[in-house]
């Protein structure tokens, strides 16, 4: 299993950026997948959230009516249109196989890749 996220990089506040996360090693299709992110200091959080088929989506409410998850099942790839930001979303976001059940999100797999960094500030 490999999550390769790609796209970070400096913005000012109220700036856009496009996260895409290419992933390889199980059935694409078949899993729900999530971005999280992890702050300098804080607890990793999921941000969004996409069903196997892209038919639903969830969010944080952080970042609701900003971001937007998205895939592309015949390129494995899952993406995360950022718009809006904030300095409070600077963080490193990480992608993974998994969704969100209920009140709770939960993970296929108990690995992270390398995840790519956003920072916002002016």
């Known amino acids: 299993v490999q999550f390769v996220e790609s796209g970070g990089g400096l913005v000012q506040p109220g700036g856009s950026l496009r996260l895409s996360c290419a992933a390889s090693g199980f059935t694409f299709g078949g899993y729900a997948m999530s971005w999280y992110r992890q702050a300098p200091g804080k607890e990793r959080e999921a941000v969004a959230g996409i069903t196997n088929a892209g038919g639903s989506t969830n969010y944080a409410d952080s970042v609701k009516g900003r971001f937007t998850i998205s895939r592309d099942n015949a390129k494995n790839t899952v993406y995360l249109q950022m718009n809006s930001l904030k300095p409070e979303d600077t963080a490193v976001y990480y992608c993974?196989?998994?969704?969100?059940?209920?009140?709770?999100?939960?993970?296929?797999?108990?690995?992270w890749g390398q995840g790519t960094q956003v920072t916002v500030s002016s």
């Open positions: 993974t196989a998994g969704g969100k059940r209920g009140s709770s999100w939960y993970r296929v797999y108990d690995y």
